[in-house]
Each structure stands twice: as structure tokens, then as C-alpha cells.
């Protein structure tokens, strides 16, 4: 071979590997684009806008004419998200934010995904998660159980579970667990490091403890749910806040009858939230919330059916208890509350419904010398669009 015909050789062989270097690189982009396009589809943008306006009256106050935010369901938006791991498995996140609809702010200043946030793995063998999320009994987000009625805690605290039943919250750094299905039955385990915050060592950081049990087969379904919230770190040395819930519902056919019960020890009186700006109204606190606090038993009796083109819900809440801390002469110890609903709901399409609601409420004892809050009627009219 002359010298010539080997540089040639050469030049043409160089040429050639670099042809298929940049078919190789080119097929990489194509596959790495590929996977990115996967990978957008599996992530979803939603929302929920819900408006009304609600015509109040609670004892002793005059009556109110207002625009309601999240009367039905809260408004919010989010991005959720998916990538399959093989075998069964998958990574998933969700990003929720709450706001108000009346006036665009934040539904909780400071945070930029206050109502969900969570990053997490799922299988054959379950799901675990960890971030900021409701309770199990909290009816707020992807891992509450509650049930045990037709709207929980829609519209007004006068008409919803909150007017009879302490139920628990969204909190910060947590941890849960879903156990696989098995017949119809379901576990989930969760814990908080540190409801608000887990900066301090562990016996100073305020806990949250909950473990759950679901049935849902045909008609039936049931929960049972208990929970702790301990108060380390707090002055106030609070006994642990214990939380013992049922709740079913069987749909007949013609209606759905609802049933639950609580049992509260040591927890906060339900519905009430006093103004610990005063002085009258941070001693109701230190008598009422703080310490032993109260322990009380709440039902609820509910019922829903299709009539009148929509959907006809009828929920009603009644609660007894007594406050554990001291007696004190001039403070009322026992309490108890009744409340009532009725709600109408029309679609629309699959994501537009009109609805109605009407509640009565009343109170007695240290419920009715002390606060206002369970005492009076409520009446909305709203819509809801979900995307």
C-alpha cells in the first residue's frame, strides 16, 4: 500500500467513526427526549375552584352576608407525578396549595404547598411517604380515612363533623404507610417527627400518632382510626391528646345510611376557638384546651340519596363531655352540643355541580356560658369546577 492510499485509508476510517459516533450521540438525545416526554406525561396539572355566598347568624351577633371560599371542597391547585420503576413499583410526588377564590391569597401565609406535600414510593408490598399531610381522621388530602358521613366537614363548623368531633389536622414532617389490600381491608400507620416543627431534640418536638383500619367490599365500608398528639415542650404541660374513632356507611340501593362515634381524652373542646388575645379569653383557653383538658363522646347520624335530579344529604352531630381539669366555682365543667344540615347538589357535568346547604346548631352548659360559636344557623348556595 502506497503512502498515499494509507493516508486515504486512514482519512476514510476516521470519517466513518465519526459518522457513527454522531448517530450514536444523536440516538442518545433522541432516547434522553424520549424519556423526558415519558416522564411530562405522567405528570398532572389540577384544581378545584369553589365560591358561594353564605348568609350567617350565631347567637348574640348580628346576621352576615358573605362571599364563602371552599364551601364543598377547598380550593387549591397542584402538580402530581408517577414514573414506573419496574416491578411493580413507582416513585410518585404531590404539590397542593390552597388559596382563596375571593381574593387569590394564600390559604396559609408562609407556606408555598400548605395543604399537601409528599414524595413516595409504591409496590406490591404497600405505600410509604414522607412530607406534609393530613391526619387520619383530619378529612384533609390523600391519606385521611375518615368517614362515617355524607359531607364531613364541608361547609360550616354549624352542620359539619367539626361542631361535635375533635379530628385532627395537617402536620408537618411525616411519615405514613399503607399496607397492601386484602379482601377489602387496609392498614395505614403514620407519624409526625414534629407537628409544626422537628428542629429541637425529640422530647421537644410535639408528636403526631396515628394507626388506621379500612373495610370497603359491596355496600359496606368502615374505618376505625386512633390517634395521639402529645404536647412536649409546651409550658402548659398538656396531657396527650387521645382519639378513638368508628365511622361506616351502607348504601342500600334507595339511600346510603351513615353512622360515627368518637371518643376524645384529653383534647381540645370541639368547634370553639377562643380569643387568647383578651384575658377573658386566654383563662377559657388555660380552663378548657390546656392541661387535662376535656374528654367527651361525639355521633353523628347522616343519610344521603339520589332525588330531584341531584343528590339529597341530611348529616347531623350531637357531643357530650366534661372538662378534667379542677372544678372551679364559677366555671361551668360539663358541656354538650347538637347540630343539623341539609344539603342539595346538582351536576352540572362531571366537573361542575351547583349546590345548597341550611344548618341549625345549639349548645348547652360550659358550650353555651362560654362561647357563641355552636350557637345559631347558616344557609349557602356555591358551585364547584373541577380541572
Same mark, same amino acid.
Given at each position: ?8 485509508f ?10 457513527f ?14 424519556s423526558?416526554a415519558?416522564?411530562?406525561?405522567n ?9 358561594g ?6 347567637h ?7 362571599m ?7 380550593n387549591?391547585?397542584?402538580?402530581k407525578g ?17 388559596f ?19 414524595l413516595?414510593?409504591?409496590g406490591?408490598?404497600g405505600t410509604v411517604?414522607f412530607?406534609r399531610?393530613? +391526619?387520619l @381522621?383530619? =378529612?384533609? *388530602?390523600?391519606?385521611?380515612?375518615? $368517614?362515617?358521613a355524607? &359531607?364531613t ?7 359539619s363533623?367539626?361542631?361535635a368531633?375533635?379530628l385532627?389536622?395537617?402536620y ?6 399503607l399496607?397492601?389490600e386484602?379482601?377489602?381491608?387496609q ?10 416543627s422537628d428542629?429541637n431534640?425529640w422530647?421537644y ?8 383500619l ?24 398538656n396531657?396527650?391528646?387521645q382519639?378513638?374513632?368508628? +365511622?361506616a @356507611?351502607? =348504601?342500600? *340501593?334507595?339511600?346510603?345510611l351513615? $353512622?360515627a362515634?368518637? &371518643? ?17 379569653g386566654k383563662a ?5 384546651n ?13 343519610a344521603?340519596?339520589n ?6 344529604m341530611?348529616?347531623?352531630q350531637f357531643?357530650f ?7 372551679e ?9 347538637f347540630s343539623?344540615?341539609?344539603a ?7 366537573r361542575?355541580?351547583m349546590?345548597?346547604?341550611a344548618a ?9 356560658h362560654?362561647t357563641d360559636?355552636?350557637r ?5 348556595v356555591g358551585?364547584t369546577?373541577?380541572f
Amino acid at each position: 500500500m502506497t503512502k498515499l492510499n494509507f493516508e486515504t485509508f486512514i482519512y476514510k476510517i476516521k470519517a466513518l467513526l465519526t459518522y457513527f459516533s454522531r448517530i450514536r450521540n444523536e440516538k442518545n438525545s433522541f432516547s434522553s427526549c424520549s424519556s423526558c416526554a415519558t416522564a411530562a406525561s405522567n405528570v398532572t396539572l389540577y384544581g378545584v375552584l369553589d365560591a358561594g355566598v353564605t348568609v350567617s347568624k350565631l347567637h348574640g351577633d348580628s346576621t352576615k352576608v358573605q362571599m364563602s371560599n371552599g364551601n364543598w371542597m377547598g380550593n387549591r391547585w397542584g402538580i402530581k407525578g408517577s414514573e414506573d420503576l419496574g416491578n411493580g413499583n413507582s416513585v410518585f410526588f404531590k404539590l397542593e396549595q390552597g388559596f382563596k377564590l375571593s381574593n387569590g391569597n394564600e390559604a396559609s401565609e408562609g407556606k408555598a404547598f400548605s395543604r399537601e406535600a409528599a414524595l413516595g414510593l409504591s409496590g406490591t408490598w404497600g405505600t410509604v411517604a414522607f412530607g406534609r399531610f393530613g +391526619g387520619l @381522621s383530619s =378529612d384533609c *388530602g390523600t391519606y385521611s380515612i375518615l $368517614g362515617g358521613a355524607p &359531607y364531613t366537614t364541608s361547609f360550616q363548623t354549624i352542620g359539619s363533623m367539626y361542631s361535635a368531633f375533635y379530628l385532627t389536622d395537617r402536620y408537618n414532617n411525616s411519615i405514613i404507610y399503607l399496607t397492601p389490600e386484602y379482601n377489602g381491608f387496609q392498614g395505614s400507620f403514620m407519624y409526625s417527627n414534629g407537628r409544626d416543627s422537628d428542629e429541637n431534640k425529640w422530647s421537644y418536638n410535639q408528636h403526631y400518632y396515628g394507626a388506621g383500619l379500612t373495610y370497603g367490599n359491596g355496600p359496606l365500608k368502615a374505618d376505625l382510626i386512633y390517634e395521639a398528639l402529645d404536647y412536649k415542650g409546651k409550658a402548659d404541660k398538656n396531657k396527650t391528646t387521645q382519639l378513638l374513632n368508628l +365511622g361506616a @356507611s351502607y =348504601d342500600f *340501593g334507595a339511600f346510603t345510611l351513615y $353512622g360515627a362515634y368518637e &371518643y376524645a381524652m384529653h383534647a381540645p373542646l370541639p368547634g370553639v376557638e377562643f380569643d387568647t388575645k383578651t384575658a377573658e379569653g386566654k383563662a377559657l383557653e388555660n380552663k378548657y384546651n390546656n392541661g387535662k383538658a376535656n374528654d367527651y363522646h361525639a355521633f353523628a347520624l347522616s343519610a344521603s340519596t339520589n332525588a330531584l335530579g341531584g343528590e339529597v344529604m341530611l348529616q347531623t352531630q350531637f357531643a357530650f363531655g366534661k372538662n378534667k381539669n379542677a372544678s372551679e366555682p364559677d366555671k361551668e365543667n360539663k358541656f354538650n352540643s347538637f347540630s343539623m344540615g341539609a344539603a342539595y347538589f346538582y351536576h352540572f357535568s362531571k366537573r361542575t355541580l351547583m349546590y345548597t346547604q341550611a344548618a341549625w346548631g345549639t349548645a348547652g352548659k360550659a358550650l353555651k356560658h362560654n362561647t357563641d360559636d355552636l350557637r345559631g344557623w347558616n344557609a349557602t348556595v356555591g358551585m364547584t369546577h373541577t380541572f
